[in-house]
């Protein structure tokens, strides 16, 4: 897709196809199409996470706490979105056993009940080892450093589902 075709979008397009760049926040697509045109892709990229940064705490909270558990309820009910079924498939979150579940539960309990919002991890660029960990590890990260890595995942899941709909390499990094 190039940028001519998405500054052609009319709103309903523009938000049907960008409305889950960020998980579940259907606000963000409808703002940035305020801010068209585009000058190229990476200026969409840059207005989709300029809009989310600069949301104050409480709102960059909100889109966290619109992202699904990591191996969690919405997994087990099928009630996941495609592009987190997706990611959270290539991590192999959907293949594990019942023992391994319970503890990831019980790691996401914990982290909420101490931040108050979920555990957010790129789950693409991780797998079913790795989560856990990263999990333990940022569970006994100092508050205030802790709050610095959400939005980063946050970022890094939306560069790759926006890559998916551009059909772009842009979100290798
Ligand atoms: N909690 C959390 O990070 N959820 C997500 N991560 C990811 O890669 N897809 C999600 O839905």
Redesign the pocket.
């Known amino acids: 897709m190039d940028i001519e075709k998405v500054n052609s979008m009319d709103f309903g397009e523009f938000v049907d196809v960008f409305g889950s760049v960020i998980?579940r926040c259907p606000l963000i697509a409808p703002a940035v199409f305020s801010q068209r045109p585009f000058s190229d892709l990476e200026d969409l990229e840059q207005h989709f996470f300029a809009f989310t940064e600069a949301l104050p705490q409480s709102g960059q909270e909100g889109v966290l706490r619109c992202?699904?558990?990591?191996a969690g309820r919405e997994l087990q009910r099928g009630e996941?979105?495609a592009?987190?079924q997706r990611?959270?498939s290539a991590a192999g979150l959907t293949s594990l056993g019942a023992a391994e579940r319970l503890w990831l539960a019980e790691l996401n309990a914990q982290y909420r009940a101490r931040s108050g919002f979920?555990?957010?991890?790129?789950?693409?660029l991780s797998n079913r080892a790795a989560v856990p960990r990263e999990r333990a590890r940022r569970l006994h990260c100092p508050p205030a450093q802790e709050l610095n890595t959400p939005p980063g995942?946050v970022k890094k899941?939306g560069r790759r589902r926006l890559a998916d709909l551009l059909g772009s390499q842009a979100a290798e990094s």
């Open positions: 998980e992202h699904p558990d990591l996941l979105s592009e987190s990611e959270q979920p555990f957010a991890l790129a789950a693409r995942e899941m």
